[in-house]
Structure formats: structure tokens, C-alpha cells
Nanobody, 120 residues
Framework: QVQLVESGGGLVQPGGSLRLSCAAS????????MGWYRQAPGKQRELVAG???????NFIDSVKGRFTISRDTAKNTVYPLMNSLKPEDTAVYYC??????????????WGQGTQVTVSS
């Protein structure tokens, strides 16, 4: 099994910043991509940011220029940094990892989610 542990959510004022983290552990041979999704009440879950094992990143248009994401491959950990936060960024944020077990079989695993609330 593979476990993802997320941290860093909370309440922040508009214009503020939050740094999240997601650490993967367990029966991991390799991780190809790690991404952060979010789901606001009444809305579908959407991909916010992703990063590949090679360091290529992608972001949803609404967060480009405000969010960054970095990765510590040795620790199987990713660090999204969210700047200039807006009330519309309020959501539960979920980490996702795709890779392979030591057996070679693929996996796709989700974290438990962390609440981010942007409000004055």
C-alpha cells in the first residue's frame, strides 16, 4: 500500500499565503506524477497543480502566477505554495500520486484532504 499524508491547510485572509505538503510512503518503486486537486462545496473536483518526476509542472489557469509547486523526489514529497489567495480558492485540497509498487504494478492514491479557507 501507499499512504499520502497532507498538511498545511487552514484559514488565511485574502491576499495571504499557505504552503501545503504531501508526503508519500509505503511500497513505492517510483512515483511518476503528484498532483493537487480541490473540491469546493457543490462543485466537481478539479486539478489545481501537478508535477512530474522530471519536474515538469502544470497549473489550472485560475492559479497561474499565484501558485507554485516543488518536489523532493528523495522524500516523495511535494510542496504547493499558494500566494495571493482569493476567497474562490476556498476548498478541500487533495493530494494524488501515481506510480508503481515494487511489484511493478501501477497505483493511484489519494490523500485524506486538507481544508483551505480564504476569508477575512
Amino acid at each position: 500500500q501507499v499512504q499520502l499524508v497532507e498538511s498545511g491547510g487552514g484559514l488565511v485572509q485574502p491576499g495571504g499565503s499557505l504552503r501545503l505538503s504531501c508526503a508519500a510512503s509505503g511500497n513505492i518503486l517510483s512515483i511518476n506524477t503528484m498532483g493537487w486537486y480541490r473540491q469546493a462545496p457543490g462543485k466537481q473536483r478539479e486539478l489545481v497543480a501537478g508535477i512530474t518526476s522530471g519536474g515538469t509542472t502544470n497549473f489550472i489557469d485560475s492559479v497561474k502566477g499565484r501558485f507554485t509547486i516543488s518536489r523532493d523526489t528523495a522524500k516523495n514529497t511535494v510542496y504547493p505554495l499558494m500566494n495571493s489567495l482569493k476567497p474562490e480558492d476556498t476548498a478541500v485540497y487533495y493530494c494524488n500520486a501515481n506510480g508503481r509498487y515494487w511489484s511493478g504494478a501501477p497505483f493511484s492514491t489519494w490523500g485524506q484532504g486538507t481544508q483551505v479557507t480564504v476569508s477575512s
